[in-house]
């Protein structure tokens, strides 16, 4: 393994020159390591994709005040883990630094088992996590469930509560009253990615909810798979035209809301697949190109394209703690439960995120941290 503090520049003074007891490296804050343990941790050595990555020994973190310590079982892998290996998610700090920003484990202090949400440092034997974005483990979950759950599940009820179709949940989250639907029935909306991570998480709060469900994916088999989810209509993409065969479906209708997470192109060509004062929800840009309006389409529907980000929203307790509440409802009565594809070993990490950037997963990876 490689030494961190073998080359790295503490404050801008080299490792055997430090003053100071302390430096901020890798997402967090770490004492000098000439006094402090090590941890195996993986680390985005350069900004230049999943090959960058490597596992190298690190000092254990410092808490913050209001911080906790956890040990790491288990990280959950998402697609915004893989723009930050390549320096394109919003807010990337200068590497090195450690991978990761969804986990399981145990918090030190209480030995309770967890499930947590933070930025950076989450693929490391150890993290410095705040309260309020741990949530128990399920007795009856396993570490890769617990680690699969956070991003996926809470992103998924808030594209549901934004695109209007959780009621008289609004007003408690502190944004005031979103605008109600005007259509009847139980409302319709198109996921994209359907066979991801979100996708599935989406598929099944979507079941509860007793909405009508349109997703594309890449092939027969995930959306075979997905189906048996609870989504009713699928689309392939690879043989289809998903705007065609929306206006085929619905009967030139268009659905309430699309989960959009591709970005470029795909946002105006959603546009054209809502109804009237229908709503995009853009939550992602996996094709790596921003996304491009439909101008006439936005004015012609007088629709709504708005953004969702995790990383913000996290920081609004009046909003998770809401959408905790219902969501450990429906883990507690089973309803609910992370679809998992593959689960690797913290050594085979550059695979996971070849196989995310591939496309080629179902459902969620997990990287297994810990033993």
Aim: glycine fraction near 10%.
């Amino acid at each position: 393994m490689v030494k961190i503090f073998e080359n790295f520049q503490f404050d801008g003074i080299a490792p055997h020159a430090a003053q100071s007891n302390t430096a901020s490296a890798y997402g967090h804050t770490y004492p000098d390591p000439r006094y402090t343990f090590l941890m195996k941790a993986l680390v985005i050595a350069t900004l230049t994709g999943p090959d960058a990555l490597n596992i190298q020994d690190v000092p254990e973190p410092t808490l913050k005040p209001g911080q906790t310590l956890i040990r790491v079982a288990a990280g959950g892998l998402n697609f915004a883990d893989l723009m930050t290996t390549k320096g394109g998610y919003p807010g990337t700090p200068p590497s090195p630094l450690i991978a990761g920003r969804e986990f399981a484990g145990v918090e030190e202090k209480t030995g309770r088992r967890v499930m947590g949400y933070t930025q950076w440092s989450a693929f490391a034997e150890k993290t410095a996590a705040y309260p309020q974005l741990l949530w128990p483990a399920p007795e009856d979950w396993s570490d890769e469930q617990s680690a699969a759950f956070p991003v996926n599940f809470f992103t998924a009820y808030l594209l549901y509560w934004q695109a209007g179709l959780i009621a008289n949940e609004a007003s408690s989250m502190g944004f005031g009253s979103l605008p109600e639907r005007s259509s009847s029935g139980p409302g319709r909306v198109l996921i994209h990615a359907v066979a991801g991570g979100v996708g599935t998480a989406a598929v099944q709060i979507g079941k509860l909810l007793g909405v009508e469900m349109f997703g594309t994916s890449s092939s027969e088999e995930k959306l075979s798979r997905v189906q048996a989810l609870g989504l009713q209509h699928g689309i392939n993409y690879k043989r289809d035209d998903y705007e065609q065969k929306i206006k085929e479906m619905t009967h030139g209708a268009g659905v309430d809301a699309v989960f959009e997470m591709l970005g470029g192109e795909h946002t105006g060509k959603s546009l054209r697949c809502v109804r009237d004062f229908g709503r995009v929800i853009q939550y992602g840009t996996a094709t790596g190109h921003p996304p491009k309006l439909d101008i006439h389409a936005l004015y012609a529907k007088s629709a709504i394209v708005q953004g969702l980000w995790l990383t913000y929203l996290s920081q609004k307790p009046e909003i998770m703690q809401v959408a905790w509440k219902q969501l450990s409802a429906w883990i507690g009565e089973g309803k609910v439960n992370p679809v998992i594809g593959e689960v690797f070993p913290l050594n085979r990490a550059v695979e996971a995120y070849r196989r995310l950037e591939q496309g080629s997963n179902y459902g969620k990876l997990v990287l297994k941290i810990t033993e």
